[in-house]
């Protein structure tokens, strides 16, 4: 039971009932009197008699007074209301219901806040007068459709059987908005209602005062869908990738984390893991109180490309989201062609024992690398197209057959790695590699320098800024490349061109060149232990190996965790693509279109209508020279603090309001129904009744 005004403001015209009296002081007679005994009896008459006139007097100034009082809470609108109350009476009125159908509302109230939220907006629909209008306003709503009032309950009821649930966190600026919005038509009694669970992740970062345009006199009652015993809350907080790539063949790690929101231990919690709707793995993990912890899974996969996956929490009365999507680009085994310019019958003594072992340091298939071993006469025949990367280790000659197939393949986007030796003809790799226009190789090579033991050459600067080394920004890795002692290598003019790595006396170890869509890497010495004791150096192995993934393109692969529900999907693709459509397929099978649009030297889009959790597929006009330019999929995940069932208090809720006057209600009293009684008519006929006795006083007394 309560009672508030609908027009607050004119309650500062009270202070006019202080008129009357003002006007009676004024008015007062000031008489100087003087003392004469023989007048001592009529005045004790009169005394008598001005007794009762005082009393008219005050009894016509209280009429006065109470007068001007009940007409300024007449301009006021004084409601009476008891329970939750329905719409005001007293002409028709416009009602705009702002219903919370964020994904929060999923778990107030065990699974049936919802389901209590729709009821009572059904309720207090079901209680529109005859001339009363109403518009239902969903916090979560992918459409563009203009909202209007309507008078039809009917329709407003199709209307809310028609709200789901959405996989997002709520916009009350934008609903509220939306509400402000279609109440700007005249009406004598304008409400916004607004059902939702409180949850702080939606309210924290609202405030009213913030939107650019609001009615501080249309008042604001929200309907609290409170959960009254908090269900065990938990939710992923973050996949993450354990380890560098996502190769096939090999062993794939990842890491769940999950937070519990909750003030008490989850036991028993079951983690599962599928990848490619296929199950792969399931752990049993606890949560301590407000805690976080870790869920491991480590997977193969059998073919290179994109993987869709998920990680699952399952428990009973598990309120938060339950499930965090992700996508896995997985590549293939880099194939490596390793052409040995000095053979030996003995395979430790062989020119490519330690490059091989680098690359694939187990010998089996635990490594991303897949090394394949020729001599010179059998590199001049090999199918150079079925390998990303060669490495040349000390061939002496080029040959002529293979030497426009090689430099195909570097231009087409291969990677080449030259090692130089003692049975290197550096005339001939100038010839043919680098007085060739355009020149392959990344510098001429000079003279051959040997050193004794004695002068040992060292290596003096490494070039961090290199994708290619930097690893060796690790110190350890740093400290043993540059232990690295050198007997022999060939100097090269590097044409101005600032080398990889370069030894103490300046001279040029290792430089690089791009050749088309290539690239290539000259090394000055041997790759095996003939010049230099880098293979048996600790970095050696990340050497090698970050030198043939950077030639192959650098390609790794890798876990994305894609966007938040709501947010906008960017995508860059070569400018060729500007002015063509990419096609999107959304969880729920729709499909959409979005145009790519230059943006400096690319082409680029922004996908909005991120409004369900869930895999998206993506498709595009793909040149043929360009087949991996956009990943097929991309995952889409409700926002984590969505998950948190941590209420906002009544008092911050009414603060984020002001200046509206809000009221707070549990949705209970909805149920309980109630009524509002608009005072005006009494008001008025009490106004009616003091000005007439007023006036037959006065008439009585002083007529």
Request: charged share 25%.
């Amino acid at each position: 039971m309560s009672l508030f005004f609908l027009n607050p403001l004119y309650l500062f015209g009270l202070m006019a009932a202080s008129l009357p009296v003002i006007i009676h002081l004024l008015n007062r007679r000031r008489i100087r009197r003087i003392r004469f005994p023989a007048v001592k009896f009529i005045l004790l008459s009169q005394k008598r008699i001005s007794r009762t006139k005082r009393l008219r007097h005050w009894l016509l100034l209280a009429l006065r007074t109470a007068a001007i009082v009940v007409l300024v809470l007449l301009l006021a609108r004084p409601i009476f209301q008891t329970g939750a109350g329905l719409f005001a009476s007293g002409g028709p009125s416009s009602v705009a219901l702002v219903l919370d159908n964020s994904l929060s509302m999923t778990w107030s109230r065990d699974g049936e806040g919802f389901k209590q939220a729709k009821d009572a907006a059904a309720r207090l629909f079901a209680s529109l007068g005859a001339g009363d209008r109403a518009a239902l306003i969903p916090t979560n709503t992918g459409s563009k459709d203009p909202i209007r009032l309507k008078r039809e309950k009917d329709v407003l009821l199709r209307d809310l059987e028609g709200v789901k649930i959405a996989d997002g966190s709520a916009d009350f600026g934008a609903a509220l908005a939306r509400a402000y919005d279609v109440l700007r038509e005249p009406a004598s009694g304008k409400e916004i209602w607004v059902v939702t669970d409180a949850a702080l992740t939606d309210w924290d970062r609202f405030s009213l005062a913030a939107l650019k345009q609001y009615d501080p006199a249309v008042p604001v009652k929200v309907i609290k869908v409170a959960t009254k015993e908090t269900p065990p809350n938990a939710a992923i907080r973050e996949i993450r990738l354990r380890g560098q790539d996502v190769n096939v063949g090999l062993p794939t790690e990842i890491q769940a984390v999950i937070t519990n929101f909750g003030a008490t231990e989850i036991k028993d919690l079951v983690v599962q893991l599928r990848v490619d709707d296929q199950p792969k793995e399931q752990k049993l993990v606890a949560l301590a109180p407000r805690g976080e912890t870790e869920a491991n899974f480590q997977f193969v996969l059998a073919r290179p490309g994109s993987h869709t996956a998920a990680v699952t929490l399952k428990k009973d009365r598990l309120a938060g989201s339950t499930s965090e999507y992700f996508t896995l680009q997985a590549e293939d085994k880099i194939k490596v062609l390793v052409v040995d310019g000095d053979p030996q019958t003995s395979l430790v003594s062989s020119e490519t024992f330690f490059l091989t072992r680098a690359l694939n340091p187990e010998g089996g298939g635990a490594s991303p690398f897949v090394p394949t071993v020729v001599i010179p006469e059998g590199f001049a025949t090999a199918p150079l197209d079925s390998y990303q990367a060669v490495v040349l280790c000390n061939v002496p000659a080029i040959p002529d057959s293979a030497l426009p197939r090689l430099k195909e393949f570097v231009r087409r986007g291969g990677g080449l790695l030259v090692f130089v030796g003692d049975r290197v003809q550096a005339e001939d790799y100038n010839r043919k590699l680098y007085d060739t226009s355009p020149s392959i190789l990344p510098a001429r090579l000079k003279d051959k320098r040997l050193v004794s033991a004695s002068a040992l050459e060292k290596i003096e600067r490494i070039d961090l800024k290199h994708p290619a080394l930097a690893a060796f920004s690790d110190p350890i890795l740093a400290d043993s490349l540059k232990s690295t002692r050198v007997a022999g290598y060939y100097r090269i003019d590097a044409a101005g061109a600032a080398p990889v790595v370069a030894l103490g006396n300046g001279d040029a170890l290792a430089v690089e060149k791009k050749f088309g869509t290539g690239r290539v890497v000259l090394v000055a010495t041997a790759a095996d232990r003939d010049w230099s004791d880098l293979p048996v150096k600790t970095a050696y192995l990340p050497l090698v190996q970050s030198l043939v993934s950077y030639l192959q393109g650098g390609k790794k692969g890798a876990l994305e965790t894609g966007v938040a529900v709501g947010e906008a999907k960017k995508f860059y693709l070569p400018a060729a693509y500007v002015g063509k459509n990419l096609k999107i397929v959304r969880p729920d099978q729709r499909e959409r279109e979005v145009a790519l649009a230059a943006d400096g030297d690319k082409a680029a889009a922004a996908f909005a209508e991120n409004d369900f959790a869930g895999i998206y597929r993506v498709s595009a006009p793909l040149a043929p020279d360009a087949p991996a330019a956009l990943a097929p999929v991309y995952p889409v995940n409700p926002p984590f603090l969505e998950s948190r069932l941590d209420a906002i208090s009544d008092a911050e809720l009414a603060a984020r309001l002001r200046p509206a006057r809000a009221t707070i209600v549990p949705v209970e009293e909805i149920a309980k129904g109630g009524s509002r009684s608009d005072l005006a008519l009494p008001l008025l006929l009490v106004l009616i009744l003091t000005l007439v006795s007023e006036g037959w006083l006065a008439q009585r007394f002083y007529g």
